[in-house]
């Protein structure tokens, strides 16, 4: 009776992880997920449309948590999306809770290897508003049509007295800007004082692909037990060759010291082989390594994976 | 293989709320859902179906509770519905767990404006079968053949000697009838020596709708810390006018006092308008007060949502 | 835009059961379940494919806890299975969490009355691994593919170093094979020194199909408070008479005493009519009994249910 697609990422890897001196072996989750979708026409060029997302564990079949959400351990639930809107010649509104335009804008524009998820995700990226306690709730966003190749997202997180935050609004702005092989975005974020400024690029020519973002974060009073952690500057480095059904990547990322937090300094490097069986499923070999200038763990991992996107 | 539905209803309202002296600016869920729901023929008029529905915050994609359900914070579970029916020439057979046919039958019937959920649902309904700790589950239900326009629903609620309910059965009645432009319902539901018995009528005439029901309580042991509240009648009037797809809807509720709880009655009303961008999805803005003669606080809300049915 | 199947299995049973001297009427859940399927053709030969499900309980609507999975009470969860895989020439790799394929080729295969589900299920069968506290997760299973008729199943679940289990992998190993009306089975599973064996025939001639199965267990470190309770016999024999829509059954199961527990020996039989109105849905009575040589508290049912398969 209506047009609802069933969708979803079965992401699966086995991997041999080190923490510190200590190893494991194990099969892990990749942000796998499933959803449901659908849009209807309302005639005149608007459109309504809504989408409920829901992660869970595929190594073991749990529901997975989301941040801001309380939720029981183990349990399904749509923390990862649970969104109406309506579209048309105004652009979009959108009601609900769904994951910041200023993420996918550039931490996860530059992400090639694994869509960011899992072992080799982004560890260095950090937003205030997604991660400070707000999560990716309550908000209500708008997005304009495309001017010229350039589109422009703005949201607000209502706040609705929720503790730890101060009983501040959270905001969420992104823009993304195509130009022939060209791609450009920023994000940016704020909450209580608390920001991130996010700036991506990324360049295709023949089979190389090659990407990287900027992030300046600014903590007043999140971090370092509430105190706040200063400023810090994060870099981020990826680039794919592929061939045929192979594709190679690199990504590196360098957070340097927040400026109140002596040795908070870290670097990730992740070399990837993924080998695509469709446009939907592939395997897939990474090694990754995390080294924390702070006599934290490093931590690094070798996986082998499966991915099948429904 | 086999004919299945995927549904379900987002439905969500940014609101200012007044609790007593306190205001709030949230984003809220109201009654959002998703489902599954199937039938086959099985030859000789005979039919099997079966359905499950599962409540989730549209604001926040927490998974939501129902009553008599113990199930974790923020999980999704088919509290909303889990039956499997068979029906023929003999009516319908139900087992599992639904929602009470003699609350359909009277006021979720007359609660036209915005599907009895939300903030502005209907306060002053009750029930002591689904409220007072045998929830929705545990049924076995008939339904009759419609015999000229009347349809009569029955179900027993199995105790199972479930705590805090006396180890009594629960019984739902409904009756629904329609002649033309007049609707008439009648519910009533009982529990150990507890039960409400409501009366329902609707009635259209051009684009006008009006409808209203009277319900009769009497509470034994479970109100007032388990010395029964004694007995109350409660009526609603609610009337809509329709025209092209505005909706413009007034509904008014008035709960006298419970005869052995002084100063327990209250009011409530609501001024909604609704504007249907199609059958399935409208945007709607109401206005809704409930005032109660105790000093408990009154609340009040403003708001505006988008509703998706897909 | 994909293959995917919804499917499930709602199974719901009014029953009169007695524990020891209680006796309680009630509605139950027999194994309920929802789940998400599909393949992707690779080209080839080859095959993509993933499985997810989650159990419910039937007659209440709140999702169902699995062996060995940490999930908060009464939430939908995959439990039941999340499985990602890869099929070929080479047989099947699989990935993820699912139900042991030692238990389908024996005890589940002569579990003809109701699929081994619900208070007639099968109360003696015992496996290490599933039932030890690893569950079915973290699983690496491969399939060979069919050699004329014989079918090898074998998969290592990961320990994690997961607490309870002393960091040791759990095994798998099945077998099935058919023989025009012979089909034969054998299960193997082992952790940590504890093993169970099984092996399963099932014969059909006519309307008439036998079945049983044997099984050994050894017990060194989980059961007896983690002494050990030593080996034990296990049998089951299993019968069908079918007749058009009706079937008639009985099942006979029979566990020795544990070597090291006195008086752990149990007996359990069920006879069982299934009335098929179509091939997805049945009503169907049963009698169970459970009796303990222990002072245990013996066990009976009498049942009425409805099965509808979607």
Redesign the interface.
């Known amino acids: 009776?209506?047009s609802?697609?069933?969708?979803?990422r079965?992401?699966?890897t086995?991997e041999r992880q080190k923490l510190g001196s200590v190893s494991?072996?194990?099969?892990f989750n990749n942000s796998?997920r499933?959803g449901?979708k659908?849009s209807?026409d309302?005639?005149g060029g608007?459109k309504?449309?809504?989408q409920?997302e829901?992660g869970?564990?595929?190594?073991?079949?749990?529901?997975t948590g989301?941040p801001g959400?309380?939720?029981?351990?183990?349990?399904?639930?749509?923390?990862?999306?649970?969104?109406?809107n309506?579209s048309g010649g105004f652009g979009m509104l959108r009601?609900?809770?769904f994951v910041p335009e200023s993420y996918y804008a550039t931490a996860d524009y530059v992400s090639m290897h694994n869509h960011d998820t899992g072992s080799s995700s982004d560890a260095l990226y950090y937003d205030p508003v997604w991660f400070g306690g707000l999560?990716t709730?309550?908000?209500?966003g708008y997005r304009t049509p495309s001017m010229g190749g350039l589109t422009v997202d703005a949201a607000v997180l209502?706040h609705?007295?929720a503790a730890g935050t101060n009983n501040k609004n959270g905001y969420d702005l992104a823009a993304n800007y195509n130009m022939g092989p060209l791609h450009l975005g920023a994000g940016y974020s704020y909450v209580n004082s608390n920001y991130q400024l996010g700036l991506r690029a990324l360049y295709t020519f023949g089979q190389f692909t090659v990407g990287g973002y900027y992030q300046r974060n600014k903590d007043d009073n999140q971090l370092n037990g509430g105190n706040g952690a200063g400023t810090r500057n994060n870099f981020r480095l990826s680039g794919m060759y592929a061939m045929g059904a192979s594709e190679f990547h690199v990504n590196v990322g360098r957070a340097n010291d927040w400026s109140k937090l002596n040795d908070s300094a870290a670097t990730q490097w992740t070399l990837g082989y993924n080998y695509n069986?469709?446009k939907?499923?592939k395997?897939y070999t990474y090694y990754t390594k995390l080294n924390n200038e702070a006599p934290t763990a490093d931590f690094s991992s070798l996986a082998l994976g499966?991915?099948?996107?429904?």
Do not use: C, P
């Open positions: 009776q209506s609802v697609t069933l969708y979803g079965v992401n699966t086995v494991t072996t194990g099969m796998s499933w449901i659908g209807e309302l005639g608007m309504a449309g809504f409920l829901s869970f564990a595929s190594d073991t079949g749990a529901g989301w959400l309380t939720t029981a351990a183990g349990a399904l639930n749509f923390g990862r999306q649970s969104e109406v309506l009601l609900g809770n999560g709730k309550n908000k209500i209502l609705e007295k069986l469709s939907r499923t395997v499966v991915r099948h996107n429904f």
